[in-house]
């Protein structure tokens, strides 16, 4: 699970390091900041959920059974 914004690093950021790494891991991307260009760039990144904060409890289950499901 990566927020998009990090701080001097964002999650996609972080995802492509692990990536380049050789770190195949089903990601989850949070974000407080949604907006089209974040959404498509993280379904191009094959994030296996985007949620939006505030995200309810259901929603980040839901996430992480994929994730997991994926792994």
């Known amino acids: 699970m990566l927020d998009i914004h990090l ?3 964002t999650g996609f950021d972080l995802h ?3 990536l380049a790494s ?3 891991v089903p990601t989850v991307f949070i974000t ?3 907006d089209d260009t974040t959404r ?3 379904r191009k990144a094959g994030a296996v ?3 939006c904060k505030p995200f309810d409890d259901q929603s980040l ?5 994929r ?3 994926q792994n």
């Open 7 to 9: 701080g001097t690093l």
């Open 16 to 18: 492509e390091w692990l």
């Open 22 to 24: 050789g770190a195949s």
């Open 32 to 34: 407080g900041h949604d």
């Open 40 to 42: 498509e760039r993280a």
């Open 49 to 51: 959920a985007y949620l």
């Open 61 to 65: 289950i839901t996430a992480i059974e």
């Open 67 to 69: 994730a997991l499901a």
